[in-house]
């Protein structure tokens, strides 16, 4: 296969040579005639000397590299990445009798940007960030049932609302290979439905799984306040962990009719639950003082860059009535997805919120996103998920 060459500005190689997978459109002193947004590229030195190949996009990034190796993207190359991420799901033992929802490629983390796939049992929800990843999706889901014992049957393609608008590629949310079976899934022994046809990402947040296992420990004889609880992920490991009350709280009744169908799934008449289709705001300013356990996991307030002041401001206001109205020796957990938004930022705004309530608070736990959500350590941008554990007196 012959792909045209990008040829790079003098200097700036310097961040692929320590493997970064980016080249900006700044760096970039020539593009080939007739080259299209999403085709395969070669990256190549100012003096014509080979760095990697990759997917081109217009945008600020340029393009984002597959390999720093001279070979073809196909559909055996393909094969190789996602065997690679399947023994590492594999290895980190989460695909069990009981658990058979997990993340097997995340992007950069699994040297594939651009692309994300989250397991459902045999169903894998296919999402293309990028429009080259768009192209090849159909060689990606062969590979994805090729995989060796994985038992993956049907690719559900889920971009419509991942890819550029403006590369005008209209993707069609569809199945590439087979078809519905089943919407269940299991985390942990916890069943669940997972809505990847309507539901926000690919249907289920598996970034919290360990997140929530910790919950669990922490749940028992307490009443809980699951704020932004989407589909309840949190509120059936509370329930588990012997929760006296859990109360789940999302402002899409969509999000509150599949958290009240999971409950019924795992814990079937049990009157300690109960939802409300309610703003967060609104709810935590009408509540008593009742909840010894918060979950705050706010959708991502800076969506870029540019948000970052406004989003360190809402995440402290939040946060701020949380203190003001937890339980003496109560324990929050707090969260921040923002990308844009770092671990220090996020702490001194929970640290500001802290100092306004003047509640005695400490830090129990650190969190992060779980180990199916790699971080390439030559792309620190892939760390994207930051909590808190707080014991409040
Ligand atoms: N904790 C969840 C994921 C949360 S995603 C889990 O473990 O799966 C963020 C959720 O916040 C979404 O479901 C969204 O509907 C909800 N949301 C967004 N804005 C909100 C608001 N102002 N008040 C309440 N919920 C909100």
Known sequence: MEYKSITLKRGKEESLNRFHPWVFSGAVASLPDGIEEGETVIVNNNDGSFIGTGHYQIGSIAVRILTFEDKVIDEDFFSERLNAAYQ???????????????????????????????????????????????????????????????????????????LPYKAQLDPQN?????????????????KFHVDWLKGQKTGFFVDQRDNRSLLEHYAKGRSVLNMFCYTGGFSFYAMRGGASLVHSVDSSSKAIALTNANVELNFPDDDRHKAFAEDAFKFLNGMDNRYDLIILDPPAFAKHRSAIKNALIGYRKLNAKAFEKIRSGGILFTFSCSQAINKEQFRLAVFSAAAQSRRKVRILHQLTQPADHPISIYHPEGEYLKGLILYVE
């Open 88 to 162: 590492l799901r594999r290895t980190l033992n989460l695909i069990r009798d009981d658990n058979n929802a997990f993340r097997l490629v995340h992007g950069e983390g699994d040297f594939l940007p651009g692309l994300i796939i989250d397991i459902y049992g045999n169903t894998a929800v296919l999402q293309a960030h990028s429009p080259g990843m768009h192209y090849a999706r159909n060689m990606i889901a062969n590979a994805l049932v090729a995989i060796d014992g994985a038992g993956i049957r049907n690719v559900y393609y889920k971009s419509e609302t991942t």
């Open 174 to 190: 569809d199945y590439i290979i087979g078809s519905y079976e089943t919407n269940i899934a299991m985390e942990n022994g916890l």
